[in-house]
């Protein structure tokens, strides 16, 4: 079992920043992928980015690539995802997910863990 917890989300103003993090409880860390999805009001959970064991290779969505970052500190075991020039279509429920496989990982299908999320909210 993988506990997964987000924090971070709160309300900020376009063209703002925030950073969400991801900590995880059980076991090893190191040895899963991690990816951040997100939920707007009436709309299916949609693929942000993935952060992968192996060599830590990075995947974003179209829609956030050269905005949002997404890194691991294995140490700490804790997912980061770095969010730059926010904007209201960005507002959303953000969710950590956890899964032991590898590669471009864009399926909620994918992930065998997910956290409970927290809410990001930009204003225009």
């Known amino acids: 079992q993988v506990q997964l917890v987000e924090t971070g989300g709160g309300l900020v103003q376009a063209g703002g920043s925030l950073r969400l993090s991801c900590t995880a409880s059980g076991r090893t860390f190191s040895r899963y992928s991690l990816g951040w999805f997100r939920q707007a009001p009436g709309k299916e959970r949609e693929f942000v980015a993935t952060?992968?064991?192996?060599?830590?290779?990075?995947y974003y969505a179209d829609s956030v690539k050269g905005r949002f970052t997404i890194s691991r500190d294995n140490a700490k075991a804790t997912v980061y995802l770095q969010m730059n020039s926010l904007n209201p279509e960005d507002t959303a429920v953000y969710y950590c997910?956890?899964?032991?496989?590898?590669?471009?990982?864009?399926?909620?299908?994918?992930?065998?863990?997910w956290g409970q999320g927290t809410q990001v909210t930009v204003s225009s």
């Open positions: 952060i992968s064991w192996i060599g830590s290779r990075t």
């Open positions: 997910a956890a899964t032991q496989s590898s590669g471009f990982l864009s399926s909620t299908d994918h992930y065998d863990y």
